[in-house]
Every structure is written in structure tokens, then in C-alpha cells.
């Protein structure tokens, strides 16, 4: 009872001495903490003083409760605040839960209290507002956060969206956390601490972060917290930009591939959650010399960083330039060995007959990627014809059948692109291959070149390319200033073979020849310079050192082809002997001209004969200059004929030099056309060639003699000396 009553005496100093100030106690003793701080308040909310108590050195009652109404359950009650001042209150109680480590901000700003929690232990109110704006709110309310506090700050700024994964960097670096939230993988493994390390205490949080160094980040982007296309490669992209850019550009977005992929042991606690080792030989049995940037070989995508020699001999086929993927030969996936697929070798039925070492054929590689699954066809091509010049696989096997062993399989030729092929196509005989590419397509026509091929090609008369035709470059049929008289469109040589490649051409000049008996003449005996125009060894005319009289470029003898091959080159002996006879002899070079197979001018040119062969050696000469030669009768007989008696020239060569003409139509000693000539005096048989003597000069001079014939005092047997 004492008890009860001294409680109630105390309740009652206390209120009556508490009334008239609210917040200001005026009583003696130790009254309750709510009371000190709050005053009457805390008589009848003494739950609210409480949970307010923590708070109340920078709030009181009458900073959210700021209207006095007088009257209403005591001399100054207050209305509870709008949401102008307390825009997001706490429970009933004025309790604050874990948010109350913000502080008396908590009280007004609840909602934003509890999205900060996640913050609480890097950053306060104070460190984005760090102003104090007295009697705005309350005794120290505070500033909005300028540009150089929170760059860029969420759009509701306490409450950031998924990149709040960063931590509390992400409420003054939003754009940044989005940016970074945006790599997907890279938030579960990388923190801002992992590049961001050193503190720096007291800078616009407890513990702001230094920029990192090149040990930390070797290559950053321009832009670091905001990648290109090569953020695919995910967190490894923020500190190996340059490797990460090299991969992209070379692979693109290559998601069967990661860094893991290679660099697949972690190194705990090294930049990052989980660093990672250089690869084992078993992992990366090739790498290229920079292994992040192969060259040329990246078409063969990112088996290149792996295999990069591989790559590198594809590469060198074109292989990839034709459709051709590693994933042609090495089709089925055997998963998880060194990367989420890898491959398996090729059976038989997709790779036939590969090269010995399968990535790297030899020679026969000319012919790209089909040497690779088709090595024995393609050796065969190579050691026959070598290297394609105008001709490749698809020149004859041109049409597509996707999806068979790759992208773009073949099928065989029809008839119309390859019209009579070799018997086993790719590896015609060596004869037919003298003809090159054409003997794929044309292989009869190529045989019936053969005996020519040596100096005669096929380029030589199909000269001009019809582009696309049948093969990168096809040829038309030659016109008459290339091919005037052609063998045949068999190419065969037939009857003209001893002409050989001249005949392809000139055929009708061939014909002439033979029919006039000198097929055993060749072109080249005349035509023996090569000029090159119109094939590798075209040839010259022939000069008169060679052809001294020719029968004409018909290359017929007409009537003269009696005396056949001589006729071509001696046609003016030929229409000589042919009009005039000598003797009975009939009409052949060979009666006198030897064969003499040693002799200049062709194979079996003939030997000269003297004239004493057949007319004996008592037969002399009248001062001869060519006396004891082969030809000492021939100062004055012609013979091959002559329109003069006794074959005696119708031009003879005068001691006193220089040609005089002769007339010998008749045997009378003096008469025109005689020994000695009437009207024209010195022009006579007996006359041209005398200077000196007594009668009958050249000059026409000379005293009278007897006009009976000359022979018949001064015989030819005498070398028409006088008869004794």
C-alpha cells in the first residue's frame, strides 16, 4: 500500500512539473530518459518515446507532430504528420527494425531505410547527403547528393534493380552496375572489389576503391564497364579486352567455346573469385605463336586456337572457301573432351582415300579441298597433268547435292559437259595428257594429237576464252587466219602424218605435195626458222639459198610433178627439162643426180655428175675455165635443156667477161643463128668468145673465112683445134 502510494505521488510531481514545456523537463530527480527527451509526450506514448529515444538528440516529437491542437486529450495535442513530412513512417510503436542504423532518417524515410539495408554496412545517409540544412524537417536535415558524389545514380535511387548485385557501388555507379549486370555470368563471379581493391577510407563512402593497375587489369576496355560484342566471352572480357576483342572478331559470338574451355584449372583468390592456368599440351595441342589471334587459318573457326597447324595447311587448300567446315569430316560430337563438343575422326564413307597425313596433302593439294577426302584421284591428276591451269573439280563435276559429306557435294559429269573421257578419268594415258586439261573432256581428240603435242597444243588454234563455258575458260573453234585448210575435226592426221603439225592447218597444201610425188619433202626442209606466230614453232619462208626457184605457194608441180621433191625448189631446171629433152634419157633427176644422203639442203639431197660419166674422156674442151671439174661442159651446154642445138645455152659467159646471148638454130657456117651470124656479126656460136683471133671476132671483125660449118675443120673431139 506504501508502495502504490509513492508511485503515485511521483507520477503526479512528475506531471504537474512537466506540463507547461513540452520537451523541456522542470522537475527535480532522475526522471525516465522519454521524459528528459520528450517531456508530456512520453506520458502518454511513452512506446513511441522509446523506440524514438535512440534518435533523440537530432528529433523530437513536434518535428513530424508539428501542428498544436489545444483542447484535444491536453493543453497542446498534435496532428499526426502528412506524407509532405513523413513520407514513409515505421511500424506502430516508432520502432524501427534493422534499418535503424540509418538513424532518425529511418524514421521519415522508412521505405528507404529498408532498401538500404543491403548497404548498411558501406554506406550511410550521410555519405550521398552530406550537407546539413537546419530547420527543414527536422534540426539537421540534409542536402541532395551533387554529380561528383553519385555520378549516376538509379532511377529510384535507394531502390537500384537487378544490378544490385555490385553492392552498395551500385547506388552512385548505376549506370556502371547496369552495364555490368548486363555480361550475365560476370555478376555471379566478379565483384567490384575484384579490380576496384585498395581502400581509400573516408572518400563518399567508408571504404571507396582506387582505379586498378595493369597487374590487375592488363587491358581494359575504352570504355571499361561497358563491352562490345566481345563481352560474350564473359568476365574475362573486363580485364583481357584485347583478347577478348582478337576472339570475337575472329569467332564471333562462339558459345561452344569459353575461356574454361582452355584455361579450365582455377587459381582461387587471384584478381578475381577464380583465375585460371595456362593450358596443358593436352588441352591446346598447336596453339598459334599469338594463340589469341590466329590469322588467316580463323575461317576454320575455333578449332584454329586449338589446332592451329591444322588450320594453318586447310587454310592453304582454300578448303573453307569451298564449304568446307571441320565439321564436314569430323561430324559427330563426342561432349565435354577440352570443349562442350568435340569431334570424332571420319569413317571410310566420308573420307575415302585421305592423304597420309590427312590436313597436309602433298602436290596434289592444287586441287583444294577434294584432295582431302579424294587423295588418290587427285595424286593421279597431279603426277599426269601437274598443276590445274584452266580446269578444277567443279569444272566437270558441277552440279551441287547439298548435304552429302558436305555442304556441297558433286555429282558426275553428263555428256555434255565432258564428251568422250579417258577410261579411267582421272589418269588419262601419258600420251593423251600431252594435251593437258582439254584430254579430261576430249580424250579421243587428244590421242589423235599425240604425235604432235610436242610443238602443237590445243591453245594454239582454240586461242580465244568464252569465259564460264564448260569450265573457267573455254575455247571457240579457230577462223581461217588461224586454221586455213584443217585436218578434220577428227584431228587426225591420216595420209598427211609425214607433215605432221603443219598439215593441221595447211591440209591443202599437204594434199598438192603429195599428189605432185614429194611426200617424203618436209615443211621444214624450206620453212626452217621457227617464229613463233600461230603456234610454239611456226616457220619462215624459205630464202633463195634454200629454194633457189620455187614452184609456188599452191605447192604444186602441175605437169613437172614428174621429176617430184626437185621440182619444189629447181623449178625453173623442171620447166626447162621438161621442155627439151637431153639425148633418150627419160625424164628423171635421179639418171644423173646420184642420192647423196650426207648433202645439205634435206635428207637424201643428190650429188652432181660429170659430164665425162657418160660421154667419155676423150672428149676435149676449148679453153675451158672449168676444165677437169664437174661441170666443165657446162660453160656452154645447158644441160637440163636448152632451145639451141646440141644443148648449147641460150646465155653464155664470154672470156672477156659478162653474159652474151646465143642462137643455134641451124648448122650452116655462116647464117643467122648459125656458127657465124650474117646481119649481126659477132653474135655467132664460133664468135662470142673470140678476142684474138684472125677470123670471126666478137667485136665482128676479122678477115673472111670459109662459111662451111666450123666443125668441120676443128672437131669438138679436138677441142676444135684443126683436124691434123
Given at each position: 500500500m506504501i508502495r502504490v502510494r509513492?508511485?503515485?505521488?511521483?507520477?503526479?510531481?512528475?506531471?504537474?512539473?512537466?506540463?507547461?514545456?513540452?520537451?523541456?523537463?522542470?522537475?527535480s530527480g532522475s526522471p525516465p530518459p522519454v521524459a528528459t527527451a520528450f517531456g508530456t509526450c512520453a506520458f502518454c506514448h511513452a512506446d513511441e518515446a522509446n523506440g524514438v529515444l535512440p534518435v533523440a538528440n537530432v528529433l523530437a516529437c513536434t518535428t513530424c507532430h508539428a501542428d498544436a491542437r489545444?483542447?484535444?486529450?491536453?493543453?497542446?495535442?498534435?496532428?499526426?504528420?502528412?506524407?509532405?513530412?513523413?513520407?514513409?513512417?515505421?511500424?506502430?510503436?516508432?520502432?524501427?527494425?534493422?534499418?535503424?542504423?540509418?538513424?532518425?532518417?529511418?524514421?521519415?524515410?522508412?521505405?528507404?531505410?529498408?532498401?538500404?539495408?543491403?548497404f548498411a554496412d558501406t554506406v550511410r545517409c550521410e555519405t550521398c547527403h552530406p550537407t546539413a540544412i537546419t530547420a527543414a524537417f527536422g534540426p539537421r536535415?540534409?542536402?541532395?547528393?551533387?554529380?561528383?558524389?553519385?555520378?549516376?545514380?538509379?532511377?529510384?535511387?535507394?531502390?537500384?534493380?537487378?544490378?544490385?548485385?555490385?553492392?552498395?557501388?551500385?547506388?552512385?555507379?548505376?549506370?556502371?552496375?547496369?552495364?555490368?549486370?548486363?555480361?550475365?555470368?560476370?555478376?555471379?563471379?566478379l565483384a567490384c572489389s575484384t579490380c576496384h581493391r585498395e581502400q581509400t577510407p573516408g572518400q563518399f563512402g567508408r571504404g571507396h576503391f582506387t582505379l586498378p593497375g595493369d597487374e590487375v587489369v592488363p587491358e581494359p576496355a575504352t570504355h571499361p564497364h561497358a563491352l562490345g560484342d566481345e563481352r560474350a566471352w564473359g568476365s574475362c572480357s573486363l580485364c583481357h579486352n584485347q583478347v577478348a576483342r582478337d576472339l570475337q572478331e575472329a569467332f564471333g559470338s562462339q558459345f561452344e567455346l569459353s575461356c574454361s574451355t582452355c584455361h579450365s584449372e582455377q587459381t582461387p583468390g587471384r584478381f578475381g573469385p577464380g583465375h585460371y592456368t595456362l593450358p596443358p599440351a593436352t588441352v591446346v595441342p598447336n596453339p598459334p605463336s599469338e594463340p589469341h589471334r590466329p590469322d588467316a587459318e580463323r575461317t576454320w573457326g575455333t578449332c584454329a586456337l586449338c589446332h592451329n597447324k591444322v588450320a594453318q595447311q586447310m587454310h592453304a587448300l582454300g578448303g573453307a572457301a569451298e564449304g568446307l567446315a571441320c565439321s564436314t569430316c569430323h561430324r559427330e560430337q563426342i561432349p565435354g573432351q577440352f570443349g562442350p563438343g568435340h569431334f570424332d575422326l571420319p569413317r571410310p564413307d566420308l573420307v575415302p582415300v585421305p592423304a597420309a597425313d590427312p590436313h597436309a596433302p602433298g602436290p596434289e593439294r592444287v586441287w583444294g579441298a577434294c584432295a582431302l577426302c579424294h587423295n588418290e584421284q587427285t595424286r593421279a591428276l597431279e603426277s599426269v597433268l601437274g598443276p590445274p591451269s584452266d580446269v578444277r573439280c567443279d569444272t566437270c563435276h558441277a552440279d551441287a547435292l547439298p548435304g552429302m559429306f558436305a555442304p556441297g557435294h558433286r555429282r558426275r559429269p553428263s555428256s555434255a559437259l565432258v564428251p568422250n573421257p579417258p577410261a579411267d578419268p582421272h589418269r588419262p594415258s601419258a600420251a593423251v595428257a600431252r594435251s593437258g586439261s582439254c584430254a579430261y573432256c576430249h580424250a579421243q581428240l587428244a590421242t589423235n594429237l599425240a604425235p604432235v603435242t610436242a610443238e602443237l597444243s590445243c591453245t594454239v588454234c582454240h586461242r580465244e576464252v568464252t569465259a564460264g563455258v564448260y569450265g573457267p575458260g573455254h575455247r571457240r573453234m579457230p577462223d581461217a587466219t588461224l586454221v586455213p585448210a584443217f585436218v578434220g575435226a577428227d584431228h587426225a592426221l591420216g595420209i598427211w602424218q609425214p607433215f605432221g603439225t603443219c598439215a593441221y592447218c595447211h591440209r591443202d597444201l599437204s594434199e598438192r605435195v603429195a599428189a605432185s610425188n614429194a611426200a617424203e619433202l618436209g615443211c621444214v626442209v624450206c620453212h626452217d626458222q621457227r617464229l613463233g606466230d600461230f603456234g610454239p614453232a611456226h616457220r619462215s619462208l624459205p630464202t633463195a639459198e634454200l629454194v633457189p626457184s620455187f614452184v609456188g605457194?599452191?605447192?604444186?608441180?602441175?605437169?613437172?610433178?614428174?621429176?617430184?621433191?626437185?621440182?619444189?625448189?629447181?623449178?625453173?631446171?623442171?620447166?626447162?627439162?621438161?621442155?627439151?629433152?637431153?639425148?633418150?634419157?627419160?625424164?628423171?633427176?635421179?639418171?644423173?643426180?646420184?642420192?647423196?644422203?650426207?648433202?645439205?639442203?634435206?635428207?637424201?639431197?643428190?650429188?652432181?655428175?660429170?659430164?665425162?660419166?657418160?660421154?667419155?674422156?676423150?672428149?676435149?674442151?676449148?679453153?675451158?675455165?672449168?676444165?677437169?671439174?664437174?661441170?666443165?661442159?657446162?660453160?656452154?651446154?645447158?644441160?637440163?635443156?636448152?632451145?639451141?642445138?646440141?644443148?648449147?645455152?641460150?646465155?653464155?659467159?664470154?672470156?672477156?667477161?659478162?653474159?652474151?646471148?646465143?642462137?643455134?638454130?641451124?648448122?650452116?657456117?655462116?647464117?643467122?643463128?648459125?656458127?657465124?651470124?650474117?646481119?649481126?656479126?659477132?653474135?655467132?656460136l664460133c664468135e662470142v668468145c673470140h678476142t684474138a683471133t684472125r677470123f670471126f671476132r666478137s667485136d665482128g671483125g676479122g678477115e673472111p673465112h670459109f662459111t662451111f660449118p666450123c666443125f668441120t675443120c676443128h672437131p669438138h673431139a679436138l677441142g676444135f683445134s684443126v683436124r691434123p
Open positions: 509513492s508511485l503515485t505521488i511521483a507520477g503526479i510531481a512528475w506531471l504537474a512539473t512537466s506540463c507547461g514545456d513540452p520537451g523541456a523537463p522542470q522537475y489545444p483542447g484535444v486529450a491536453g493543453p497542446g495535442h498534435r496532428a499526426i504528420p502528412s506524407t509532405v513530412l513523413v513520407p514513409s513512417f515505421p511500424p506502430a510503436g516508432h520502432r524501427l527494425r534493422a534499418e535503424a542504423v540509418f538513424g532518425a532518417c529511418a524514421f521519415c524515410h522508412n521505405a528507404t531505410g529498408g532498401a538500404m539495408l543491403a536535415h540534409r542536402s541532395l547528393p551533387n554529380t561528383s558524389i553519385v555520378p549516376q545514380a538509379a532511377a529510384d535511387p535507394h531502390a537500384p534493380g537487378a544490378e544490385r548485385a555490385w553492392g552498395s557501388c551500385s547506388l552512385c555507379h548505376n549506370e556502371v552496375a547496369r552495364q555490368m549486370q548486363a555480361l550475365g555470368p560476370v555478376a555471379r563471379e605457194v599452191a605447192h604444186d608441180s602441175g605437169a613437172r610433178r614428174v621429176f617430184g621433191t626437185c621440182t619444189f625448189c629447181h623449178s625453173s631446171t623442171a620447166d626447162r627439162a621438161w621442155q627439151f629433152t637431153h639425148g633418150t634419157l627419160v625424164i628423171e633427176c635421179e639418171k644423173c643426180h646420184m642420192a647423196n644422203t650426207g648433202a645439205r639442203y634435206g635428207e637424201g639431197h643428190q650429188s652432181i655428175v660429170a659430164c665425162v660419166e657418160c660421154h667419155g674422156s676423150e672428149r676435149k674442151t676449148h679453153h675451158d675455165p672449168a676444165s677437169g671439174t664437174d661441170s666443165e661442159c657446162a660453160n656452154c651446154h645447158q644441160p637440163h635443156g636448152s632451145p639451141n642445138l646440141f644443148l648449147i645455152r641460150d646465155r653464155i659467159v664470154s672470156p672477156a667477161g659478162g653474159e652474151r646471148p646465143l642462137r643455134l638454130e641451124n648448122l650452116r657456117g655462116q647464117d643467122d643463128a648459125g656458127f657465124t651470124s650474117v646481119s649481126e656479126p659477132g653474135s655467132g
